[in-house]
């Protein structure tokens, strides 16, 4: 019985552990609802359709504290997301 109890948890790690949403770098400027809520930590799919809609109707975001004045959208939400909000899909380099 321990052995069946050992071998479904560690399936189930290996089955569940995959779809932990784990933050990834995502254009909040281009993206969609649906991407914006599987890459930013805390966004889920109502916050992403208002970030979406906030975009719309004012234009780009031009920082990432922008995003504080979509409803729903904190700077603690900013903060733990911070290295993975992108604003355009070019890095700029400093010479």
């Known amino acids: 019985m321990k052995n069946i109890k050992q071998t479904l948890a560690a399936l189930l790690i290996v089955m569940v552990g995959p779809a932990v949403a784990v933050a990834g770098p995502v254009n909040v400027n281009t993206a969609d609802a649906e991407t914006i809520s599987a ?37 603690r939400t900013v903060e733990i997301n911070q290295e993975f909000i992108l604003l355009n899909s070019t890095a700029s380099k400093s010479k």
Not at 48 to 71: Q, W, Y
Request: aromatic content about 6%; overall charge negative.
């Open 39 to 75: 890459e930013l930590k805390g966004v889920g799919i109502t916050k992403a359709l208002a970030i979406v809609e906030f975009r719309e109707a004012n234009g780009p975001f031009k920082s990432p504290e922008d995003l504080t004045m979509v409803k729903g959208i904190g700077e």
